[in-house]
């Protein structure tokens, strides 16, 4: 917004995208394996 003084406010919306690659062997055994937290146990649940 720009006022008679000059601007007011200023809103900064900045958005990122981080990409890794994984080899399908190591996501496989993710899988399989049991999750050390509760949220990473509900999480593989939904995947499998």
Excluded: C, Q
């Amino acid at each position: 917004m720009i006022g008679e003084d000059g601007v007011e406010d200023l809103t900064v919306d900045i958005k990122t995208t981080t990409t890794h690659k994984v080899p399908l062997f190591k996501l496989k055994a993710w899988l399989e394996s049991s999750g050390r937290y509760r949220r990473e146990a509900a999480l593989k649940s939904k995947l499998r």
